[in-house]
């Protein structure tokens, strides 16, 4: 039996859950993987004596993680850049496996830390979408299928927003704070509804599935805060629920990349994926639409990532293959030279869904599909309600056909220009064909 | 860059989907794995000139895969028993790593063939839930985790055709008959519709992630044949849809399992996995809810599932680390030490939907709900519609509380004997909480 000793930095909820599965579950993964893991060195900032170490030594200098040798494995759990990105470069240089959930650091140098040994050292299930093993099956499961495309609720916060917005019909703002109250939205909340998050999360699904390099500026963002409930019910309406989602396409022009709202169709499985849950489906040449879902944050369910990475690991480190000295199977180079061409955002086409709110006069249906048909745009589908007594403007919700992104930008900023728009048009995209 | 010479026993769908995956993709599993893929022999009983063999030694008989010292790893992918049995043994024997999609001979002989070397060498994701990586799933990705319950549409077959009754009306032998015609089942059906394939999926699930131990007798087994149009329409009108599940439960009691027809919420992912489309929802301590969905079978979504069994046996084999040498790390005599209690099916307690066909006359609604309080079984929620002009009977449908099973046969015996029960009573259970 292998006995694989552990350095945990940070002592945060990740790391706790860690310990906690350790505690709990740690003769059920002796069982299963043939190696026994023991902490024996714990690294945080702050000093948290109340937390049970289980005989861990414990310090505040993470330092003391890379010089400690009996630290055979590190678990950065730490987060943020500076201090963590140190201690993967520090602990890989050792030639020590490193295991991380920092998706933020590895969105930003994810191709420096996977070159060379970082391939075979480096493990980050818990990076995306928190217990679901993405990453695992992306690079696994899916080994031999050519990715077509790829669809992900990847941020729970936003999907929590929308699906409390969509049960009660509670306005975004009110929303948010309520999810802050209960811990699924950060006090200064915009690194989730921004979509820069799931930027960082597409970001490593891009590099892994599809493109082979980490660059996180070919990822197009777009957050949540301009939807409305109003938008919600029409969606409805036409079938469709809003999702903010990571979406990947390989297309003949290239593979496009982008993070934004999108109305997906109401029966579809990621339709129905609600609450803070995460998911992601794959749609490859051999395996057909896979989807893989769980909760994409929390402290053991993480914990479950981190951990299927050091067993993983844990179990190449006990069967004696040399982990960690570059062997011939070592591809980062080739992969890197074969990379795709990545599609601009303005040349992606895709339906929209548009709500213009226009003064309630007649004619301004023909204006608005006059204004459209100039930019050579069609429409799928059109809804307008009368407008009640009480209000000033009313909305007509229109459904193109695909239009090239560029072309529906400026037909939008020309739209917005009209007389008749009462206020800020609200533009949201059509998922693909899942 | 290592090349794995493989030899393919079998010519059938999945032997082709296995060939024309590589013949595609073989360049981009190179890059991903690090190992190239060769297919140097195939044997198969019947010659199939017409498919390109991508330059391989064909043969006839199955021995060739054996005795030819070029092959470096076998596919076992014939199907049936006695052949493939031998097959797998005598391949383990000489130390050469297996792949197969045989989920009949491992629920039968499981236990034989993962002891000693064979944990290492054997693999088989496409056994259970076709593209879906399952396997790899409770093996890997939630190895950390103890797993409290498993709930699995894991037989395409009945799901298409639950599915097609709901969406169309059509009676099950009508749809039986077009699922035969469209390839979905068999020209035998009962293997896929009495259950038998689901309960040797199970059987392969409950081995790896609660008991460790393959015991197909351990699971109990009902099929889909009495399930009707109304039932369906009922259950919808209590919020549920019937889906045809594999369920595992590790309670307190024990480990339950058993494959039958269940009531599944409306709303849960699981009842809107639709078509031939398999999904394995996993519920554990640390990762919480997670599913896994796609295609449960199809030649290429099968040869997915293979091919990453062939690529990650291939990759070890790359990197040296001597597979096949029973190690430290061969811990299958710890996992069979440690085995819980299987609890029978007469112990089992669940909710249970009744459809109870009965003469129209008054008094009987009172008849049946006297003859369940007899047995302590009170009802939950009930439906009984007026008769229609040209019907005799009318059915009273009721939904109980959790009954366990010995004492719900006894009552539903009782109850098929009063007078004014007209024909036979559905029973169908309802899941667990998902």
Partial sequence: MTEIKLGIAGLGTVAQGVLELIRRNNALMR???GVSLRV???ASRRAKPEIDLQGAHFSTDIEDLLTDPNVDMILELIGGDTTALDLIRRGLAANKPVVTANKAILAAHGNELMAGRGRQLLRFEAAVAGAIPIIQGLSGGLAANRLGGLFGIINGTCNYIFGEMEANGTAFDEVLAEAQRLGYAEADPSFDIDGIDAAHKLTILLALGFTGSFDLSAVFVEGIRHVTVADIRFA??????????????NTDAGVEARVHCALVPGDALLANVNGVMNA???NSDGAGETLFSGPGAGGEATASAVLSDVLALGALMA???????????????????????????????????LRIPTVDQPGVFAQVTQALSE????????????????????D???????????????ALERLQRLDIVAADIVRLRVAPTL
């Fill in 236 to 249: 409805q309406e036409l079938g469709f629920k809003i999702k903010h989602l990571g979406i990947i396409q």
């Fill in 40 to 42: 024996v060195r714990v």
């Fill in 396 to 410: 007509i919700v229109l459904l193109t056909d695909d239009v090239v992104e560029g072309t529906m930008n400026a």
């Fill in 319 to 353: 069967s004696g293959n040399g982990i960690g000295v570059p062997s011939e199977s070592d591809q980062s180079s080739e992969r890197l030279s074969d990379q795709p061409a990545l599609v601009s955002m303005s040349d992606v086409s895709c339906a929209n869904y």
């Fill in 375 to 394: 930019f050579s745009i069609s429409i799928d589908a059109a809804i307008q309600h009368e407008a009640s007594s009480n209000q000033s403007a009313v």
């Fill in 280 to 282: 992601v489906q794959i």
């Fill in 31 to 33: 069982q299963r993987s």
